[in-house]
Structure formats: C-alpha cells, structure tokens
C-alpha cells in the first residue's frame, strides 16, 4: 500500500524543465530570439579568443556599420518571405539605386540624385509586385528576371555615363561609414526608424496582419475578401524602396558605387532572415530575429577572417554553418 502511494507521488511529481527537451523546444518556439542571441554570444566569444583584443567599442561600430546594409536587404527578404515569396532582385536593384545615385549626384546634387534613385527602384518593385500579383509570375522566376533586366540596363546606363563618372555625395559617406562618439555608427540614423516601423508594423498594423495571412493561407485570405494582389504589390514595392536604401548606404560605407556593387549580398540576405526565424514557405517569422540573423553573419565573417581561412574553405563552412542552424531551428520550433 505504502509502495503504491509512493508510486503515485512520484509518477504526480512535475519533471524539472530543465531536464525536459520538449519543455526547451517550447521555450525556444515561444521566444524565438533566446537561440540566436546565444550563438551571437558565442560567436563573439569564440573570436575574441581567438585574437584576444579585437572586441572593443571601435569593433562594435564596425561590425554594426557592416550588418546594418544587410540587414535592411534582409527585411527584403522576411518582408516576401511571410507572404510565401522571395525577392532575389535587392541585389540589383540595390546595386542600381547606388550607381544611380553616384552618377547623378556630379551634376544634380545629392538629394535629387537619392530622388531619382528611390523613383527608379519604386518603379521596378511596382513591376515585380504586378507580375507575381496580378499575372501569377512565381516570385523567385520574376525577381531573377529582374534582376538580369536591371543589371543589363545599368551595364548599357554605364556605357552612356562613362564620361560623368561617379561621385558619393559626403552626407551620404558620413551616414554609410562614419563613427560617432567613437562606438555609434551614424547609418543608425537610417537604420533605427526602419527597423521599428517593421517591427511594429508586423505586430501590430493590419497591413502586418495581412501579410501574415497571405502567407499562412492566401486562398483563405482572398476568401475572406483581402485584395491580394495589392498586398503584393505594396510588399514589392517597399521591398525595392528598402533595397534601395541599402543600396545607398552601401555606396557610403565603401565610397564606390559599380553596376553589381551589392550583387553578392543576396544570398546572405536570404541567409539573414532564414536564421533569424522567417519560414520560407510563409505565414510565420518576424523582423527582430532577422536583425540579429545579419549580426550573426557579419561577426561569422569576421571570425573567418581572423582564422585566415582560404576563401574556397570561407565559402564552405559559411554555408554549412547557415545551412546548420536553419536545420537546428526548424527541428526545434516543430517547423516541418
């Protein structure tokens, strides 16, 4: 009688969380950034270990001046990623917000330059947002088609502006890499505003809603009387605007603009936003975790770098680490 009731108080007792790995994955799930802050943490760890010094005020700044361009694109990304889509033309387009600029600023000045450069990227999201709204274009097909129309048109742009040349206005050097007070990188100016108008917009707009909703189920949505196409088409549009920015920024950070100057920044804007908790078939994820996705990619490359890793290698283990955590976090949230 007495081993019975004692049974039974145990089989009662509540099992520690700490020794449940379902009670972890719940944890996770419902605070999605606990994982990503860590391996930030441990990432930043791991290189001052390996060159004691490095992590400073000065590197602060440096490493969130070099994250802040990406992580912008990267709201490109969760921004079409919610909805169940891509957007691999940031790139270009970037690229082209960037030429454009630094070519019309010679003779027009900085702001009609920026101006003109925002027109133009607002133009091709309309187009993209068009396609895959109204005609039915699959996302990742219209965005890599944009991407090699802008990219020809700016390569046949060059050739007629050759004689211009190209010149990055200083506000814009002083937002894209200067430092402030030794540890604050002025492209937070831009930055900050961006980042909470996404962040609260996802949360809390209906605009926000309904890109959810799109996504999680787009028949249900247009049932429900959502206009569809117009959600889509504001998503690209916004997508190209914010490409743009980055695009700027970019030009700032390295003072050059070229017509593929931010091309190779796809792929890891992609990368940014799958870390950071954005499911790629859509309807789930958020901007806040995609941020600090583009601070774990930059400080990863950081310590690739300081390891003097050969770039084919830096290339491999950057995608198997990305490739790595993306798998780790969908087995933990129960993402199938």
């Known amino acids: ?53 490095i992590v400073n005020g000065n590197w602060a700044a440096t490493t969130m001046r070099t994250a802040i361009p990406l992580a912008i694109l990267a709201a490109c990304q969760t921004l079409a990623m919610l909805t169940g889509g891509i957007d691999l033309s940031v790139g270009a387009v970037a690229s082209m917000a960037a030429f454009l600029m630094a070519t019309q ?58 004689q211009s040349g190209t010149l990055v206005p200083d506000p814009i050097q002083w937002l894209g890499s200067g430092i402030s007070f030794g540890f604050v990188p002025n492209s937070l100016v831009v930055f900050v505003p961006i980042a909470i108008l996404i962040v609260i917009g996802l949360r809390r707009s209906g605009y926000g809603r309904l890109l959810f909703a799109v996504g999680d189920n787009p028949i249900a949505a247009r049932l429900s009387g959502t206009r569809v196409w117009q959600v889509l088409v504001a998503l690209y549009v916004m997508s190209a605007i914010l490409a743009a920015i980055a695009g ?89």
């Open 248 to 336: 700027i920024l970019i030009a700032g950070l390295l003072n050059t603009a070229t017509v593929s100057l931010v091309e190779q920044s796809v792929l890891p804007s992609v990368a940014a936003a799958v870390i950071g908790g954005t499911s790629i078939i859509g309807g789930r994820g958020g901007y806040a975790g995609t941020i600090v996705g583009a601070l774990i990619l930059t400080v990863l490359t950081t310590l690739l770098t300081v390891l003097e890793m050969p770039e084919a290698v830096r290339q491999v283990l950057f995608g198997a680490i990305i490739v790595a955590v993306a798998a780790a976090y969908t087995r933990v949230t129960g993402e199938s």
């Open 105 to 162: 600023a010679t003779g027009q000045g900085a702001v009609v330059a920026i101006a003109i450069a925002l027109v133009a990227c607002a133009f091709a999201g309309v187009v993209n947002g068009v396609a895959i709204g109204v005609f039915k274009v699959h996302p990742l097909i219209m965005t890599l088609g944009m991407s090699l129309v802008v990219l020809g048109l700016m390569s046949v742009y060059q050739l007629a502006m050759v």
């Open 1 to 53: 009688m007495t081993r019975t009731a004692g049974t039974a108080r145990s089989a009662d007792a509540p099992r520690s969380p700490l020794l449940s790995g379902s009670a972890w994955r719940r944890i996770i799930r419902d605070r999605p950034l606990i994982p990503l802050v860590i391996l930030l943490v441990v990432l930043v760890a791991v290189l001052e270990l390996a060159k004691p010094g």
